[in-house]
């Protein structure tokens, strides 16, 4: 049985009801944005409609995700939807605004991550759950670089309620990029998901509710309102998924040393 049936606290709801949330925005900024993609040139004509379908179809999956039906064909839709839509549109121009395009590959890793909830074999949850790790560790360890590259506007980009915003601005680029890279160390993988997730919904309390009150109308503050939800539910989903294999690892090995004793 998967984990996300066993769970008796289904953190996958929080990350797949960010992404309900990304696909209404889609619909009210007539662009399929999820992951910021960059906007189409100008001889495509294919906006309001194109928006509304992806929207759709992304809402239609994310529910099924949510009522457990086919949660596993469902959640790897929708990171095929988040490639198609988003990642492939960053392609072109990467490096041109490389920080969102690694945010759109983090948010289909997420999809990949809550599929590996719902996997029933374990080497599809493993090969699930390595993927999208390396694509929500590539945008951590990027995020974090960020911070020291645009350390002036991530200060100015704190609430003033906030104090130290120097040492803010640093030390969080720091935790960013030790987890991304604690997802590969095996003793620490539960940890960096864990601490991951509670730093990233502690931004979503503490400084996206606030901007977001302070301007609804601001399209960039809505999106990192509805971002920093979903991708602490994928890291809070990691890190059951990581609990649950090295629980699995420990209950197999005393069985091999109870039948060696025997």
Same mark, same amino acid.
């Not at 457990?68 to 990642?87: D, E, M, N, P, W």
């Not at 490389?98 to 289909?108: D, F, G, H, Q, V």
């Not at 911070?147 to 040492?167: E, G």
């Given at each position: 049985?998967?984990?996300?049936?066993? *769970?008796?606290?289904?953190?996958?709801?929080?990350?797949?009801?960010?992404? =309900?949330?990304?696909?209404? =925005?889609?619909?009210?900024?007539?662009?399929?944005?999820?992951?910021?993609?960059?906007?189409?040139?100008d001889t495509f004509?294919?906006?309001?409609?194109?928006? #509304?379908?992806?929207?759709?179809?992304?809402?239609?999956?994310?529910?099924?995700?949510?009522?457990?039906?086919?949660?596993?064909?469902?959640?790897?839709?929708?990171?095929?939807?988040?490639?198609? $839509? *988003?990642?492939?549109?960053?392609?072109?121009q990467f490096m041109?605004?490389?920080?969102?395009?690694?945010?759109?590959?983090?948010?289909?890793?997420?999809?990949?991550?809550?599929?590996?909830?719902?996997?029933?074999?374990?080497?599809?949850?493993?090969?699930?759950?390595?993927? &999208?790790?390396?694509?929500?560790?590539?945008?951590?360890?990027?995020?974090?670089?960020?911070?020291?590259?645009?350390?002036?506007?991530?200060?100015?980009?704190?609430?003033?309620?906030?104090?130290?915003?120097?040492?803010?601005?640093?030390?969080?680029?720091?935790?960013?990029?030790? &987890? &991304?890279?604690?997802?590969?160390?095996?003793?620490?993988? #539960?940890?960096?998901?864990?601490?991951?997730?509670?730093?990233?919904? &502690?931004?979503?309390?503490?400084?996206?509710?606030?901007?977001?009150?302070?301007?609804?109308?601001?399209?960039?503050?809505?999106?990192?309102? $509805?971002?920093?939800?979903?991708?602490?539910?994928?890291?809070?989903?990691?890190?059951?998924?990581?609990?649950?294999?090295?629980?699995?690892?420990?209950?197999?090995?005393?069985?091999?040393?109870?039948?060696?004793?025997?």
């Amino acid at each position: 049985q998967s984990f996300a049936y066993r *769970s008796d606290i289904p953190c996958w709801i929080f990350a797949v009801a960010g992404m =309900i949330a990304l696909a209404i =925005i889609s619909f009210l900024s007539q662009d399929f944005i999820a992951g910021r993609p960059p906007a189409w040139p100008d001889t495509f004509h294919i906006n309001p409609l194109f928006a #509304y379908l992806s929207g759709s179809i992304l809402i239609i999956l994310s529910v099924a995700v949510l009522l457990r039906k086919q949660g596993y064909r469902a959640s790897l839709s929708i990171a095929l939807v988040l490639f198609l $839509c *988003s990642v492939l549109r960053h392609l072109p121009q990467f490096m041109a605004d490389w920080l969102n395009s690694y945010k759109s590959i983090a948010l289909m890793g997420g999809a990949l991550i809550i599929a590996a909830a719902f996997a029933s074999k374990a080497q599809a949850r493993q090969i699930l759950m390595i993927i &999208g790790s390396i694509c929500v560790a590539a945008f951590f360890i990027s995020a974090g670089y960020a911070h020291f590259k645009f350390a002036a506007f991530v200060k100015d980009f704190i609430p003033a309620y906030i104090p130290a915003h120097s040492f803010f601005t640093y030390f969080c680029g720091i935790c960013l990029v030790a &987890g &991304g890279v604690g997802l590969f160390i095996p003793r620490l993988n #539960y940890w960096a998901a864990l601490l991951s997730g509670i730093m990233v919904l &502690g931004w979503f309390i503490l400084l996206h509710i606030p901007r977001f009150v302070a301007n609804m109308n601001d399209a960039s503050d809505r999106m990192g309102l $509805c971002e920093s939800f979903t991708i602490a539910g994928v890291f809070f989903v990691l890190a059951g998924l990581h609990a649950k294999t090295q629980s699995s690892t420990k209950n197999a090995k005393r069985a091999e040393d109870t039948l060696r004793i025997a």
